[in-house]
């Protein structure tokens, strides 16, 4: 055989590779499992996948069928890639469906949905909650010395109180998970807590740890005890030299200032002179709540007033050792902050 037909079988034979090749990856098809289906509200459904979905399968509106009739009028794939919410319109509470989906699980898979009255989603940053993407934390850092008042933490992966005025900041933003679900009432919202993960407690003494309301707005930044950059929390400042509080580092003066009305964030506090809650931090790794009437109450109000959502400072009470948290940043996202709420499904007049 010639150089010329050896060159010239060689071509083909890659040819025949290439084709037949493309032929098999055209014709097979990557079936994603459905864990979960979850009505979050009346015209809201949620899916969970194991596997990142390919978003034009995963919005196309004919991969999906309720039954009893119900319409599924738009699909949206969430940012983790994992999750597809379904507007729909309304179920009835209580009342069994079957959704099917195909396409993107071979083959079809079946599972039956009851929405009830009341239910329980979370907020916080990683796959194991409901809704992700709008938390921000961060600690303050103050050294014996006042050396480190202007560093900032919020890169890290912890949270930290110190009896030396050490303190952090968590805020939640909720009103656009509950706007996509189709909650709009502050009055469905019916409980609410906070839940941390302690990573380790100072001695054996248990601290008691407060959380006041923050009334001012302040800036996570991205240090990881570091000096902190323009606009970002400090210890003497709430966006770095241009917002300052009014008492570092950030604490209430005057009685009477909850946060419970718009006009409470007028500037003269920076965090709410009621304590909203108090829990007992004992042994490190566990999981601590904080949760009552008056979080609850807070949680309504940042949900009908959404630009005041400015979250909670926790902080030592009367203090003997420092207390460390797990942050949003955490490599373990069953260690990060979590907000419960509770709240009523029903949407509108819908029955």
Request: proline share 5%; charged share 20%; glycine share 8%.
């Amino acid at each position: 055989m010639s150089h010329r037909q050896r060159l010239l079988t060689t071509f083909l034979i890659l040819c025949l590779i290439a084709i037949f090749g493309l032929g098999i990856q055209g014709s097979s098809v990557e079936s994603a499992n459905l864990i979960s289906a979850t009505p979050l509200s009346q015209t809201a459904l949620q899916l969970r996948f194991d596997r990142t979905l390919n978003p034009g399968a995963a919005e196309d509106l004919s991969n999906y069928r309720i039954e009893p009739k119900i319409e599924v009028e738009w699909a949206t794939l969430h940012s983790r890639g994992t999750i597809v919410h379904l507007s729909i319109s309304p179920l009835k509470i209580d009342k069994n469906y079957t959704l099917s989906v195909h396409g993107i699980v071979v083959p079809k898979k079946e599972v039956t949905i009851a929405l009830p009255e009341i239910m329980d989603i979370t907020f916080g940053e990683g796959q194991r909650v409901t809704f992700s993407g709008w938390v921000r934390d961060t600690s303050l850092i103050v050294d014996p010395q006042k050396k480190l008042r202007n560093y900032n933490a919020g890169a890290e992966e912890f949270l930290l109180c110190t009896p030396i005025g050490g303190v952090f900041f968590l805020a939640f933003d909720i009103m656009e998970a509950f706007e996509e679900i189709g909650i709009t009432q502050e009055t469905s919202i019916l409980n609410a807590s906070i839940s941390l993960h302690a990573e380790s407690v100072g001695n054996d003494i248990p601290q008691q740890i407060i959380i006041r309301r923050v009334l001012l707005p302040w800036h996570e930044g991205a240090q990881k005890s570091q000096p902190a950059q323009e606009n970002e929390l400090t210890y003497n400042s709430a966006m770095h030299q241009n917002f300052p509080w009014n008492k570092p580092p950030a604490q209430a003066m005057l009685g009477g200032v909850n946060g419970e009305e718009p006009s409470d964030y007028n500037g003269s506090e920076d965090v709410a002179y009621r304590i909203d809650g108090l829990t007992e931090i004992g042994a490190a790794e566990g999981r601590y709540l904080w949760h009552g009437s008056s979080i609850t109450e807070a949680v309504r109000f940042w949900f009908a007033y959404p630009d005041y959502s400015y979250g909670y400072l926790f902080a030592l009470r009367d203090g003997t050792a420092p207390v460390r948290f797990s942050s949003k940043e955490h490599p373990n996202d069953t260690h990060r902050p979590v907000l419960t709420i509770q709240y009523n499904t029903r949407v509108g007049n819908n029955e």
